[in-house]
């Protein structure tokens, strides 16, 4: 938004040009012609959750796209218990297919005829193919990684006027990033192990430079990453200085930001966020990887990685987490769900902030909707408090005033 336009009401300006608008004298902010409305947001707050039609959209373009799928299952069957649902298997060319068997959540689009798409412009939310018009009311991404979790899906709902659960666009783009969440944990006062970060052609093209960038700030081990990817794919620990190049070049054919962090000895502590602009953390678990560190063969491969349920903290330790695990949420403006992660020093006790996942794993043995389930929210209630979040942040920005007519003086 233009940083010197009004933010409501009538402006009126001396000499007509403020802020590069029209040659008016007035210029009258209003609401766009109404539109039509999710019938539950006709019917307004605080009802029993009704019958909603669901497009679950998962599959997707990303390196998670299997993960997603089981996600999906899980979700899949328990919100089909109460309402409609119609799944959208995204194949890894993202290309959007019906899926004809509502009980079946197929793993590849072979045997799916209907493609489907969804236009821009606010109307009825609507998924359009050359076969049908499917009128829903909402959209569950169930996207993990890049082209879901990253805010690219996010913006294309919200381009059709579409109510979806979960983070917004600059929440999605910002929790996909580590470098933009660091930031903005970092401008929060909260937590984070010391880290540095340069574009990838800098290393290309001054190899020693970055090599004395980091090792001025930190001591090995050091944590190598892509900035933007997930599943620990990429990323590197490094305990010396000869390992540092072959790290920085395997990070660097992921994404164009590196990030260097300090090795921690931790703990690894999760803890699950629920709400809007208020939120709710559940009892933190405990991740505990058999491997070095929780590596892409640790969450995906090998079976070996135990999970406790909650972990096993003191109440003041637990209540730390909450709260950092709240702040975080919020410093990066998250909406419906987040799974935060953190690293507890083993010998100073301190917690640091890894980082937040916005649509987290989601089967039923996931982190993120067991630790709920431990701390009194069952999996069921889970969906259907993450559907009215969903419904209730929509209904909150159809406050806001997108346009405005200049009307010349009469
Ligand atoms: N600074 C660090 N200190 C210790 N371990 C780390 C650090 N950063 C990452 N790790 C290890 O690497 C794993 C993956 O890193 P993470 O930043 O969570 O990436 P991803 O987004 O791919 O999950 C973590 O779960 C942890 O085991
Ligand atoms: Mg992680």
Redesign the pocket.
Same mark, same amino acid.
């Given at each position: 938004m233009a940083a010197d336009v009004p933010a409501c009401g009538v402006h009126s300006s001396s000499d007509g040009r403020r802020g590069g608008l029209p040659t008016t004298d007035r210029v009258v902010f209003q609401q766009p012609r109404p539109v039509p409305l999710v019938r539950e947001i006709i019917q307004g707050e605080n009802q029993q959750m009704q019958q909603l039609r669901i497009a679950l959209l998962y599959g997707g373009r990303s390196g998670e796209h299997e993960i997603s799928i089981r996600s999906a299952r899980s979700i899949h069957k328990t919100l089909l218990e109460k309402h409609s649902m119609y799944p959208i298997f995204i194949d890894k060319q993202g290309f959007w297919w019906r899926v004809p068997d509502r009980d079946q959540l197929p793993v590849n689009n072979t045997g799916l005829t209907e493609r489907v798409c969804i236009y821009p412009g606010f109307q009825a939310p609507t998924l359009f193919s050359n076969q049908s018009q499917l009128r829903i009311d909402l959209v569950f991404p169930v996207l993990h990684g890049t082209h879901g979790e990253d805010g690219i899906i996010q913006g294309v709902l919200e381009s059709a006027g579409i109510p979806y659960v979960g983070a917004n666009v600059a929440a999605s783009a910002a929790g996909m990033d580590?470098v933009i969440m660091k930031a903005l944990f970092v401008q929060e006062g909260l937590p984070v192990?010391p880290?540095v970060w340069f574009y990838r052609s800098r290393w290309r093209t001054g190899q020693q430079k970055c090599i004395d960038l980091i090792e001025g700030k930190l001591p090995y081990p050091?944590?190598v990453?892509p900035a933007n990817?997930?599943?620990?794919?990429? =990323?590197s620990?490094v305990h010396d200085r000869l390992e540092l190049g072959p790290a920085l070049d395997e990070a660097a054919r992921y994404d164009s930001k590196l990030v260097v962090?300090?090795? =921690?000895?931790?703990r690894?502590i999760e803890c699950s966020v629920l709400g809007n602009e208020t939120a709710d953390a559940s009892l933190p678990g405990e =991740?505990v990887?058999k491997r070095e560190?929780?590596?892409y063969a640790?969450?995906y491969i090998e079976n070996t990685t135990e999970l406790h349920v909650p972990a096993k903290l003191n109440p003041e330790q637990v209540k730390t987490v909450q709260d950092l695990s709240i702040r975080a949420f919020q410093a990066v403006g998250c909406s419906g769900m987040g799974r935060v992660?953190l690293?507890m020093d083993r010998e100073s006790q301190k917690f640091?902030l890894?980082?937040i996942?916005t649509i987290p794993g989601f089967t039923n043995i996931s982190m993120y909707p067991k630790l709920w389930e431990v701390s009194g929210l069952p999996f069921a209630e889970l969906l259907d408090r993450l559907l009215e979040l969903a419904l209730q942040r929509f209904r909150d920005q159809l406050e806001n005033v997108t346009s405005y007519e200049a009307i010349q003086n009469p």
């Open positions: 580590k192990a880290y050091v944590f990453k990817l997930g599943s620990s794919v990429g =990323i620990k962090e300090q090795g =921690i000895n931790a690894e =991740i990887p560190f929780y590596d640790a969450k992660d690293l640091y890894n980082e996942n």
